[in-house]
């Protein structure tokens, strides 16, 4: 299971770090992790993701102001969001594809955390 958790409430030109630790009880590997995001009215969208190899990629909104970083200890991928805007104002959803030996490549999704950008 996904557990997401560092949403809230911040003004415009602030930060906010999301985390989203992956659990389970038998062994797995984590392929990759991503970060999705909805706001009202709209479609959810991708956010940024990242590879286990440690490649990223993160949509043209974000970039230069989001960084996506994992520690594959504690199975556990980051959302570094600076320098926020009212327009980055959604509930984020972490998501992961993860390898397990009785399930193969499945992609799983946490509960989302809302964050809000006041302005």
């Known amino acids: 299971q996904l557990q997401a958790s560092g949403g809230g409430l911040v003004q415009a030109g602030g930060s906010l770090r999301l985390s989203c630790a992956a659990s389970?009880?038998?062994?797995?590997?984590?392929?990759?992790f991503g970060w999705y995001r909805q706001a009202p009215g709209k479609q959810r969208e991708l956010v940024a993701d990242?590879?286990?190899?440690?490649?990223?990629n993160y949509s043209d909104s974000v970039k230069g102001r989001f960084t996506i970083s994992m520690d594959n200890a504690v199975n556990t991928v980051y959302l570094q969001m600076d320098t926020l805007e009212p327009e980055d104002t959604a509930v984020y959803y972490c998501?992961?594809?993860?390898?397990?030996?009785?399930?193969?490549?499945?992609?799983?999704w946490g509960q989302g955390t809302q964050v809000t950008v006041s302005s």
């Open positions: 990242i590879k286990r190899g440690g490649s990223t």
């Open positions: 998501t992961s594809n993860i390898w397990t030996m009785t399930q193969g490549s499945t992609d799983y």
């Open positions: 389970g009880r038998t062994w797995f590997v984590i392929n990759a």
